[in-house]
């Protein structure tokens, strides 16, 4: 392996911030919806933004290849992530793709 792409996932460690801010979001949904019957593009910002972040942190919070306790935590936390995030698009009128579509 490539000791530059070592150093690099390495140094992709995610802090704590960058999760909790996440999780955050993740808490801030049902403000965040209420506040969009005003006003509903700050609904497609929060999904949005929900969006990059989760995607920052993808590689950063894998599950594969980790000690099961971590991984469980990290499972439970990324199904949150897709449930949230599916949950929002479909407010949206924006139907996400199953699994056996993409």
């Given at each position: 392996?490539?000791?530059?792409?070592?150093?690099?996932?390495?140094?992709?460690?995610?802090?704590?911030?960058?999760?909790?801010?996440?999780?955050?979001?993740?808490?801030?949904?049902?403000e965040?919806?209420?506040?969009?019957?005003?006003?509903?593009?700050?609904?497609?910002?929060?999904?949005?933004?929900?969006?990059r972040?989760?995607?920052?942190?993808?590689?950063?919070?894998?599950?594969?290849?980790?000690p099961?306790?971590?991984?469980?935590?990290?499972?439970?936390?990324?199904?949150?992530?897709?449930?949230?995030?599916?949950?929002?698009?479909?407010?949206?009128?924006?139907?996400?793709?199953?699994?056996?579509?993409?």
């Open positions: 392996m490539d000791a530059n792409l070592v150093a690099d996932e390495e140094a992709r460690v995610p802090s704590d911030q960058e999760s909790l801010r996440l999780a955050l979001d993740l808490d801030r949904v049902a965040i919806v209420a506040a969009a019957t005003l006003e509903p593009s700050l609904l497609v910002r929060h999904v949005i933004g929900i969006a972040e989760a995607s920052s942190l993808y590689y950063s919070l894998r599950v594969k290849d980790i099961p306790d971590i991984a469980v935590g990290r499972m439970r936390f990324w199904r949150a992530v897709r449930i949230v995030l599916q949950q929002l698009m479909l407010l949206l009128a924006v139907h996400p793709l199953a699994e056996d579509e993409y």
